[in-house]
């Protein structure tokens, strides 16, 4: 898996039982992007309708395929696993355009037929379009791993995620509805873009420089009248839309702000965004929300979330057994379980998808 925030690929091992229950998570392993061809990634993402060569874009899936191998590899070979032991690899790929209101498509690039191979396994990947086929926005895919493997039947609870875009997966318990969930919008993505623009940094730890600002009031009115916020799911959305263009465009101003206050500002724009979603879908008296993705390692939004959410008891996904940072890669594991033993890996009720689908393509050795 590598999410909005191209900071790496993230591999795991994961074991399922006959009915796809995990077991476990039996080996992890991260590698970052070639500071290069991250660069031309990020680039890639933020302008969807920029110009790019056809033999730069086919350049760009073979690299990232390539790099996909390699973590997979370097998985096994620290986990002295031999590949004859691997049902499946699930490849989500590196998202690079999303689009499910206009012409309803999502592209991820990372060539599945190099992964399988350079690994000698069955590769799943392009998961998010035979949903999109049924009318469905191809995102959010994980709430459907998070039903599966954080459900309490006897109480409801919501589990968000934080990458470079947020969402959230509402676990209606005993009360006998359909799982839901959305994109809430930005987490991490333009905390990531603004310390990168302004001190060369790639993400701000902890949320310390955001703590050293102030929030901007003007700011942060101006970016939630968006009018993603307000609209209603299903939805979802990408760093073609959260952006700094879109920062600056929104707010003129921006340039004539201590850098420290936007920081601050951004992390508040996060915060309120995802507290302004919870507080629309969740059941009244639901008090647990878990939070996974790197988000969950950023103390200010983590005291964030818990102060505008006084009800809620916020926690990561380490209270129900899974590391947070490793919850979206198991979650495309789990979805390629699904695919190959010809099971259904969406939820229509979060996607708006016509029915539920089996997802993705097999890519054979």
């Known amino acids: ?42 680039d890639l993402q933020r302008r969807p309708d920029g110009a790019i060569t056809l033999r730069d874009f086919a350049r760009l899936d073979g690299a990232v395929g390539d790099r996909f191998a390699l973590a997979a590899n370097a998985l096994l070979r ?17 998202t690079v355009f999303h689009d499910p209101n206009g012409i309803s498509t999502s592209l991820q690039i990372g060539d599945p037929n190099r992964i399988a ?9 392009d998961f998010r379009r035979a949903d999109m086929a049924r009318g469905g926005q191809g995102a959010p895919l994980v709430p459907a791993f998070h039903h599966a493997v954080f459900a309490a039947s006897e109480h409801a609870r919501v589990v968000l995620n934080i990458g470079g875009i947020a969402n959230l ?21 333009l905390l990531d873009e603004w310390i990168q623009r302004c001190k060369g940094e790639a993400y701000d730890r902890d949320g310390q420089w955001a703590a050293s600002g102030q929030v901007l009031a003007p700011l942060l009115s101006a970016c939630l009248t968006d009018p993603y916020f307000a609209a209603a799911a299903p939805k979802s959305t990408g760093r ?42 969740a059941r009244p008296g639901t008090i647990e929300l878990f939070v996974c993705g790197g988000g969950a390692r950023n103390a200010r939004m ?3 979330l818990a102060t505008r959410l006084p009800r809620m008891q916020v926690r990561t996904t380490e209270h129900l057994g899974v590391d947070p940072a490793w919850v979206e890669a198991s979650a495309f594991a789990w979805l390629a ?4 033993h010809g099971r259904p890996g969406n939820l229509p009720a979060v996607t708006g998808a016509s029915r539920a689908a089996v997802l993705g393509g097999l890519y054979k050795v």
């Open 1 to 42: 898996m590598s999410g909005t925030s191209i900071d790496a690929i993230d591999a795991v091992l994961c074991e399922f039982d006959e009915e796809g229950r995990p077991r476990g998570v039996l080996g992890t392993h991260s590698a970052p992007y070639p500071d290069a061809l991250r660069l031309e990634l990020l």
């Open 78 to 94: 620290k986990l002295q696993v031999t590949p004859e032991r691997i049902c499946a690899i699930g490849s989500h790929g590196q």
């Open 117 to 125: 191979a350079q690994t000698g396994i069955l590769t799943v990947s």
């Open 169 to 189: 997966t509402i676990l209606p318990g005993l009360h006998g509805e359909a799982a839901s969930g959305f994109d809430t919008g930005p987490g991490n993505a």
């Open 240 to 281: 073609d839309h959260f952006n700094l263009d879109w920062l600056f465009a929104r707010f003129p101003g921006l340039a004539a702000c201590a850098a420290h206050d936007v920081q601050r500002t951004l992390l508040e724009l996060s915060i309120e965004s995802i507290g302004r979603a919870i507080e629309l879908i």
């Open 302 to 304: 983590m005291a964030g």
């Open 337 to 340: 379980w699904q695919t190959v």
